[in-house]
């Protein structure tokens, strides 16, 4: 199966509807202003180096409002065009560039991941962070199915962390 490459538009719409069933599945939030991000936003796909074949759909933007670049993809572990390398291999590893607006400074990555995105309260809802310091990063989400993984600088991840905490 061939990867379907996403719009701005059509990732944002996707990002969208995940937030709001990773809410209903969690009664968690995850931080992101989409008010903004269909102003603010472009598309990113430029970013994206290497996506393998298990990836049905993706769609990559940025929002400069937030200095943070969102990328959305569904996954499948199972894949017709896979190499046994690629089928043996226990991780999904997605290769992209790290936004030039970041600069040299550190990168957080977050995962999060509905395994079952068809029923979501018969899937898991993971989350995880990594912290990149390279120009490449290699996005290695904990499971397959439908991802959202939010990519800043470490800087804005801490001062927005300060921030809701003096908000409290």
């Given at each position: 199966m061939d990867t379907v490459y996403l719009s701005k538009d059509l990732a944002l719409q996707q990002v969208s509807s995940f937030l709001s069933r990773w809410k209903h599945s969690t009664d968690q939030s995850i931080d992101f202003d989409l008010a903004k991000s269909s102003e603010t936003s472009e598309d990113a796909s430029r970013l994206l180096?290497?996506?393998?074949?298990?990836?049905?759909?993706?769609?990559c933007y940025y929002?400069?409002?937030?200095?943070?670049?969102?990328?959305?993809?569904?996954?499948?572990k199972r894949s017709d065009k896979s190499s046994d390398k690629e089928r043996r291999q226990d991780t999904?590893?997605?290769?992209?560039?790290?936004?030039?607006?970041?600069?040299?400074?550190?990168?957080?990555?977050?995962?999060?991941?509905?395994?079952?995105p068809a029923d979501c309260h018969n899937g898991a809802c993971l989350s995880g962070i990594e912290i990149s310091y390279g120009s490449i990063l290699i996005l290695s989400p904990p499971a397959v199915g439908e991802i959202v993984i939010s990519i800043s600088r470490l800087e804005q991840a801490i001062e927005l962390a300060q921030g809701a905490n003096a908000i409290e």
């Open positions: 180096k290497k996506v393998p074949s298990s990836v049905q759909k993706i769609g929002i400069a409002s937030q200095k943070k670049a969102v990328v959305w993809f569904l996954a499948d999904l590893q997605i290769i992209l560039e790290k936004p030039r607006e970041f600069g040299s400074a550190p990168i957080e990555i977050r995962y999060n991941v509905m395994t079952n």
